[in-house]
């Protein structure tokens, strides 16, 4: 016997739909994917919307033979979104490991999106994540009235995502208690999940496969056991090589964020954007650019993520309070609170690199001067 999985939904209650405030990347690109699977005519694996091909462009981006562009959505090597890509087509799992705001998330999002047209199956993995969360659970009401059966269950995402062949998601994976994690070895291994109460399994579908992501600094805390490990084929999302690419990175994302908050696009931002990345690079890597300094590095990650997050808050603070332009004073408060996550040790490093560094520098004085203003 096997137990069939409906898919659930949620309708809104009444009148128009609201519109998401974050749609899910197969509906905020849906016009992107639909042009790469009209035009797409190369091979697609069991159940996948698109080919390998057409998913790697869809990630890396790429103008169709119509001259549809389609944007990048990750920036960085293209090996290693075809050795992603590729990896989905196996029947090993994909790991994406990485520091932290490396994009992990980011691109198992849009790889579940382009692979199955969901990106929603999707279990976050915590210190307190339960094998139900990874396997099924019951609704106690059916359980208690009728016993185990299979309306009483309550299939978790990755149950459902074996059942209808689909991309299952695990996020943080490291942060799941060992004993949980373990219960993936069997449904990657055997691409089943047994239902012991009803005497039954769930198999795979083919199709079906899994994503998830794993922060560099968690490691050793729960160390993936090596026969999980062995399920997986790991990529590694490395942070940007160079300012310029973080900049196009940070430029990029913010522009996107930006309009879907509708806010005023900043015409000269990108000056700005280039000293918050310096910046951040800098007290990151220990050293300035031109490599002649050695500074201290700060507790905080300062990871192209949060870069994105200062200049997306910079830029509603320029077009809410200020004339709309991206300045120096609009992205100073950001940068400070991004830097200084430990009140005492990382204050002294900030001060140390302000009067060292920033003040020296050519054409940073509104700069310094803003950072000053709110680190008195
Ligand atoms: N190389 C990149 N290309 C495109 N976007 C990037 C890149 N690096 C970072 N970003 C952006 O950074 C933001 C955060 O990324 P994300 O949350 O996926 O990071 P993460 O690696 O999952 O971090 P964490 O370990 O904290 O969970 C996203 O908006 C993403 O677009
Ligand atoms: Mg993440």
């Given at each position: 016997?096997?137990?069939?999985?409906?898919?659930?939904?949620?309708?809104?209650?009444?009148?128009?739909?609201?519109?998401?405030?974050?749609?899910?990347?197969?509906?905020?690109?849906?016009?992107?994917?639909?042009?790469?699977?009209?035009?797409?005519?190369?091979?697609?694996?069991?159940?996948?919307?698109?080919?390998?091909?057409?998913?790697?462009?869809?990630?890396?981006?790429?103008?169709?033979?119509?001259?549809?562009?389609?944007?990048?959505?990750?920036?960085?090597?293209?090996?290693?979104?075809?050795v992603a890509v590729t990896t989905l087509a196996t029947d090993r799992a994909l790991l994406l490991l990485?520091?932290?705001?490396?994009?992990k998330?980011?691109v198992s999002?849009?790889l579940a999106?382009?692979v199955s047209?969901?990106?929603?199956l999707?279990v976050?993995g915590?210190?307190?994540?339960?094998?139900?969360?990874i396997?099924?659970?019951?609704?106690?009401?059916?359980?208690?009235?009728?016993?185990?059966?299979?309306?009483?269950?309550?299939?978790?995402p990755v149950?459902?995502a074996m059942?209808?062949g689909m991309t299952a998601r695990v996020e943080?994976l490291t942060?799941i208690?060992?004993?949980?994690q373990d219960t993936l070895i069997t449904i990657l291994s055997e691409k089943?999940l047994?239902?012991?109460?009803?005497?039954?399994?769930?198999?795979a579908?083919?199709g079906f496969n899994l994503i998830a992501t794993a922060?560099?600094?968690?490691?050793?805390?729960?160390?993936l056991s090596?026969a999980l490990r062995r399920r997986f084929n790991t990529v590694?999302?490395?942070?940007?090589?160079?300012?310029?690419?973080?900049?196009?990175?940070?430029?990029?994302?913010?522009?996107?964020?930006?309009?879907?908050?509708?806010?005023?696009?900043?015409?000269?931002?990108?000056?700005?954007?280039?000293?918050?990345?310096?910046?951040?690079?800098?007290?990151?890597?220990?050293?300035?650019?031109?490599?002649?300094?050695?500074?201290?590095?700060?507790?905080?990650?300062?990871?192209?993520?949060?870069?994105?997050?200062?200049?997306?808050?910079?830029?509603?603070?320029?077009?809410?309070?200020?004339?709309?332009?991206?300045?120096?004073?609009?992205?100073?408060?950001?940068?400070?609170?991004?830097?200084?996550?430990?009140?005492?040790?990382?204050?002294?490093?900030?001060?140390?690199?302000?009067?060292?560094?920033?003040?020296?520098?050519?054409?940073?004085?509104?700069?310094?001067?803003?950072?000053?203003?709110?680190?008195?």
């Amino acid at each position: 016997m096997s137990v069939s999985v409906e898919p659930t939904t949620v309708e809104p209650k009444r009148g128009e739909p609201a519109e998401a405030l974050r749609p899910h990347a197969e509906e905020a690109f849906a016009g992107e994917l639909a042009a790469l699977a009209a035009q797409d005519d190369r091979p697609r694996p069991a159940r996948w919307k698109l080919s390998p091909w057409a998913v790697a462009t869809y990630l890396l981006g790429g103008t169709l033979p119509d001259g549809t562009v389609i944007t990048p959505k990750y920036v960085g090597p293209r090996r290693l979104v075809e050795v992603a890509v590729t990896t989905l087509a196996t029947d090993r799992a994909l790991l994406l490991l990485g520091v932290p705001g490396t994009a992990k998330t980011w691109v198992s999002e849009h790889l579940a999106a382009a692979v199955s047209g969901d990106s929603t199956l999707l279990v976050q993995g915590t210190a307190g994540t339960p094998e139900e969360a990874i396997r099924y659970g019951w609704n106690y009401a059916q359980l208690l009235a009728h016993g185990p059966s299979r309306d009483a269950l309550v299939p978790s995402p990755v149950m459902r995502a074996m059942a209808e062949g689909m991309t299952a998601r695990v996020e943080e994976l490291t942060r799941i208690p060992a004993d949980v994690q373990d219960t993936l070895i069997t449904i990657l291994s055997e691409k089943t999940l047994p239902i012991p109460e009803l005497g039954s399994e769930v198999q795979a579908v083919r199709g079906f496969n899994l994503i998830a992501t794993a922060n560099d600094r968690d490691r050793g805390v729960n160390d993936l056991s090596s026969a999980l490990r062995r399920r997986f084929n790991t990529v590694v999302l490395p942070l940007p090589e160079s300012v310029e690419a973080e900049v196009d990175i940070v430029s990029r994302r913010v522009d996107q964020i930006g309009r879907s908050l509708d806010l005023p696009a900043a015409p000269d931002g990108i000056a700005e954007i280039r000293r918050v990345v310096t910046v951040f690079r800098e007290l990151r890597d220990g050293v300035t650019s031109d490599g002649r300094t050695k500074l201290k590095s700060p507790s905080g990650t300062l990871s192209t993520a949060e870069a994105i997050s200062v200049v997306t808050g910079g830029l509603a603070l320029a077009a809410h309070f200020g004339d709309g332009v991206l300045r120096a004073g609009d992205v100073a408060a950001g940068i400070l609170g991004a830097v200084v996550r430990d009140p005492a040790a990382d204050r002294v490093i900030w001060q140390e690199y302000l009067e060292a560094v920033v003040r020296e520098r050519d054409g940073w004085k509104d700069f310094y001067r803003a950072c000053r203003e709110v680190s008195a």
